[in-house]
């Protein structure tokens, strides 16, 4: 399953790489989903069940939609600050 590479930066300080659409559920493991971790201060891939029992805040993947336009940033809300001040960038695929 092809995925996007990601970069997701607010002026708060979060800042985190990510490689989106990573799913070992394919191969019978629980599927995940991007979300932030407060106890690590990050966004990063985490199981999907651990996400929900945790009431953690998931992240969407706003290039997931668009296949052939690749603006450079997308303004997002930060699960951090909750301010719309956090630029989620597109640096890459991987598949
Ligand atoms: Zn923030």
Request: with cysteine; glycine share 10%; charged share 20%.
């Given at each position: 399953?092809?995925?996007d590479f990601l970069e997701y930066?607010?002026?708060?300080?979060?800042?985190?790489?990510?490689?989106?659409?990573?799913?070992?559920a394919d191969i019978g493991r629980p599927p995940t989903c991007i979300a932030y971790d407060p106890k690590?201060?990050?966004?990063?891939?985490?199981?999907?069940?651990d996400v929900e029992a945790r009431g953690l805040i998931k992240v969407a993947d706003p290039y997931d939609s668009l296949v052939y336009q690749t603006p450079k940033f997308i303004m997002?809300?930060?699960?951090?600050?909750?301010?719309?001040?956090?630029k989620c960038f597109h640096t890459g695929w991987w598949d």
């Open positions: 399953m092809p995925g930066s607010c002026s708060c300080g979060l800042h985190s790489k990510v490689s989106s659409g990573f799913s070992l690590k201060k990050r966004i990063r891939v985490m199981d999907e069940a997002m809300t930060c699960p951090a600050c909750g301010q719309e001040t956090m």
